[in-house]
C-alpha cells in the first residue's frame, strides 16, 4: 500500500512539474479538444506564473485564516472569553456560507478589482474548519492533563502553549488543510475580479468556447489540491506519531 | 508542619467543606477518607489552591499560603491525582522533569533528577524515559505520575485518590512503594482516598469527613477502639476490626522475651499476618525474626488474641 501511494504521490509531482516547465510538451495531448485550429495551450500568459501566483493567494489567505482563527479559538475556550463563544461561531459559520463570489461582488466596489477581494473571499470562507477544529481540538484536552497541568503549577500560558495547543494541534493542522483545499478550488473565481491565477486559463476557455483550456486550468488546480493535501496529511501524520490520539 | 484553619468553601448556598481546622505534621501520612460528596478532593484543592477557600487560610511551616501566587506555591508542592494525569505528548523522561523545568533548573540537573527518580521507581532500562504514556502499564502510568510530583523534591505531596484507577495486586504494591519512598525522603504526604483498609494500610493519621466536616482525626487504632461518631464506626467496619487493629501493629512491637519456638515471623509482618500465620501451621507461640536474622522474642496466640482485645 504505502508502495502504490508513494509511487501515486511521485507521478503528480512529475506531472506538474513537467506540465509547468514545458506545456507546449503537451500539446498534441490536447489538440483533439480544440476546434478551428485554436490553440491547445493556454498562451495569453505563462501557466507557470500563474500556478505560483494562484498558490499565493491560497497561501497568503489561509495564513491569514489560521492566524484569526487559531487567535479566536484560543480566546473563547480561556474563561474569560467563553461568552464570546457562539457569537465567534456564528461570524465563522456566515462567512462561510456567504457564497465566495457575493462575497467578491461585495469587495470590488470597496477595494477595487486584483488580488485583494479575493484574498478577502478565501480568507472569509476559510475560517470555520479551522475555527471549529482550534475550539474541538482545545475543548477537547482531557480535563486530568489539564488539571495536572494546573497542580504542577504551569501559568495559563504555560499551559496553553506547552500542553493544549500541542494536544490540539493534530486537528488545527486538519483545519487548515481543508481550508486550503477547499481555497486551491475556490481561489480559481478570483480571476472574474482580474486577480492572476489559474481560474484565467479556465474563463478564457469558457470565452472562447476552448474545452483543452477549460481542462488544463481544471487539471492543474485539482493536481495541487492533491498534492497540497497529501502534503498536509504526511506533516500531521508525523505529528500524530507523537501525540496519540 | 500544615497548619488548615477554619477551612470552608462554599458554592453559592451549598457548603461543600465546613469550617475545618487541623494540623498535620512533618514527615508524617495523613489520610482524609470519605464517602463521594463529602468535601474530602475539595480540602485537599484548597491546600494547593487549585480551589480558592471561601474562608479560613492554610499556614505551610507558618507561612499562609494565600500570600504566594498560586502557580509559584504549587511547584512547591506535589500532586498526583486518580488516572495520573500524564501529559500524552511528552516522553515519560520529560513528564518527571516538567516542575524543575518550570523552576529552571539547569539542564544537568534535571537529567540527573529524573536519572534518580527512574532508578527509585524502578523505571529504569535504556530505554524507558524516552517512551510515551501511551505505551505503559498502569502501574507504570501511575509511577510515573508519583515520580513527577516528587521530581522538584517537595516536603509537601497531595495525593487525589492516587491508586484508584488500580486492580487490587498493584495498588497493594504502589501502596508498599509509596511507604518505602516516604521513608526515604521524609516527605510529608496527605492523601485523600475513599478506601478506609487503605486509609489503614498508610494513615499515620487518619481524618474521616461527612458533608464538609472532619468528625475526626486521629491515630488509626484510635478510630477503632474510640470512635468519636457512629459514622466512623460504620465507614471503618465492625465485622473485623479486631483484625484491623491488629494489622495497625508489627510483631517486632509486640514481641516479648521468652523460648525460641519453631516457627518464624517477620518482626515488619502486622499482627494479623502473624496471628493468620498461627491459625494456618496450628503452632501456638513464633519467634519474631529481625531482617537481620536475629530473634527479636517471641508472640503467642493468647497475647495475639489479647491484643485484638484492647477496644
Keep these: 500500500m504505502p508502495r502504490a501511494s508513494t509511487i501515486l504521490r511521485v507521478a503528480a509531482i512529475v506531472l506538474l512539474v513537467a506540465f509547468l516547465g514545458a506545456p507546449q510538451r503537451f500539446a498534441p495531448l490536447f489538440a483533439p479538444l480544440t476546434e478551428y485550429g485554436a490553440p491547445p495551450i493556454y498562451d495569453q500568459g505563462d501557466l507557470l506564473s500563474l500556478a505560483l501566483a494562484h498558490l499565493g493567494t491560497v497561501f497568503v489567505a489561509a495564513a491569514a485564516s489560521t492566524l484569526v482563527a487559531v487567535g479566536l479559538g484560543i480566546l473563547v475556550t480561556r474563561s474569560r472569553g467563553a461568552q464570546f463563544l457562539s457569537l465567534s461561531r456564528t461570524l465563522a459559520n456566515i462567512g462561510q456560507t456567504f457564497p465566495p463570489v457575493a462575497v467578491l461582488a461585495v469587495a470590488v466596489p470597496l477595494v477595487g478589482f486584483g488580488q485583494t477581494p479575493t484574498l478577502i473571499a478565501l480568507f472569509a470562507y476559510g475560517l470555520l474548519p479551522i475555527l471549529e477544529n482550534t475550539i474541538a481540538g482545545l475543548q477537547g484536552c482531557p480535563p486530568a492533563v489539564i488539571e495536572a497541568a494546573n497542580g504542577m503549577g504551569m501559568s495559563a500560558r504555560q499551559r496553553l502553549l506547552a500542553v493544549e495547543l500541542p494536544l490540539a494541534m493534530p486537528l488545527i493542522l486538519e483545519g487548515v488543510r481543508l481550508s486550503l483545499v477547499i481555497n486551491v478550488g475556490t481561489a480559481t473565481i478570483g480571476s472574474t475580479v482580474a486577480a492572476k491565477g489559474l481560474g484565467e486559463v479556465i474563463i478564457a476557455g469558457l470565452l472562447s468556447n476552448n474545452t483543452a483550456f477549460v481542462l488544463q486550468g481544471g487539471l492543474l488546480t485539482g493536481l495541487m489540491a492533491i498534492l497540497i493535501y497529501d502534503a498536509m496529511v504526511t506533516l500531521e501524520r508525523r505529528l500524530l506519531r507523537t501525540v496519540p490520539a | ?311
Aim: aromatic share 4%; hydrophobic share 40%.
Design chain 2, 1 to 311: 508542619m500544615i497548619n488548615i484553619e477554619g477551612l470552608s468553601k462554599r458554592y453559592g448556598s451549598t457548603t461543600v467543606v465546613d469550617a475545618v481546622s487541623m494540623s498535620i505534621a512533618s514527615g508524617s501520612i495523613t489520610v482524609i477518607v470519605g464517602t463521594s460528596g463529602s468535601g474530602k478532593s475539595t480540602l485537599l484543592r484548597m491546600i494547593n489552591r487549585l480551589v480558592e477557600p471561601t474562608t479560613g487560610r492554610v499556614l505551610i511551616d507558618g507561612a499562609d499560603t494565600s500570600l504566594t501566587p498560586a502557580h509559584l506555591l504549587r511547584r512547591r508542592i506535589g500532586y498526583v491525582i486518580q488516572g495520573h494525569g500524564l501529559f500524552p505528548h511528552r516522553t515519560v523522561a520529560e513528564n518527571i522533569a516538567t516542575v524543575p523545568r518550570l523552576l529552571g533548573w539547569e539542564r544537568s540537573r534535571v537529567a540527573a533528577r529524573v536519572e534518580e527518580l527512574l532508578r527509585v521507581f524502578q523505571l529504569e532500562s535504556a530505554s524507558f524515559g524516552r517512551k510515551f504514556p501511551h505505551q505503559l502499564s498502569g502501574g507504570e502510568q501511575q509511577r510515573v505520575g508519583v515520580a513527577r510530583a516528587l521530581a522538584a523534591e517537595p516536603a509537601l505531596l497531595l495525593m487525589d485518590e492516587p491508586f484508584g484507577a488500580l486492580d487490587p495486586v498493584i495498588r497493594g504494591k504502589a501502596q508498599d512503594d509509596l511507604l518505602d519512598i516516604q521513608r526515604r525522603f521524609g516527605t510529608t504526604i496527605v492523601l485523600v482516598t475513599h478506601d478506609m483498609d487503605e486509609a489503614f494500610r498508610l494513615g499515620d493519621c487518619v481524618a474521616v469527613m461527612k458533608q464538609g466536616r472532619v468528625l475526626q482525626h486521629d491515630r488509626p487504632g484510635v478510630l477503632l477502639t474510640r470512635p468519636a461518631d457512629p459514622f466512623v464506626t460504620r465507614l471503618s467496619g465492625t465485622a473485623d476490626r479486631a483484625l484491623k487493629l491488629l494489622s495497625l501493629t508489627t510483631a517486632g512491637e509486640l514481641a516479648e522475651p521468652g523460648p525460641t519456638e519453631k516457627r518464624t515471623v517477620a518482626a515488619a509482618a502486622s499482627l494479623r499476618e502473624v496471628l493468620s500465620d498461627l491459625i494456618w501451621s496450628g503452632a501456638d507461640a513464633a519467634t519474631v525474626l529481625n531482617p537481620d536474622g536475629s530473634s527479636a522474642g517471641r508472640l503467642t496466640v493468647a497475647r495475639l488474641l489479647a491484643h485484638g482485645r484492647q477496644g
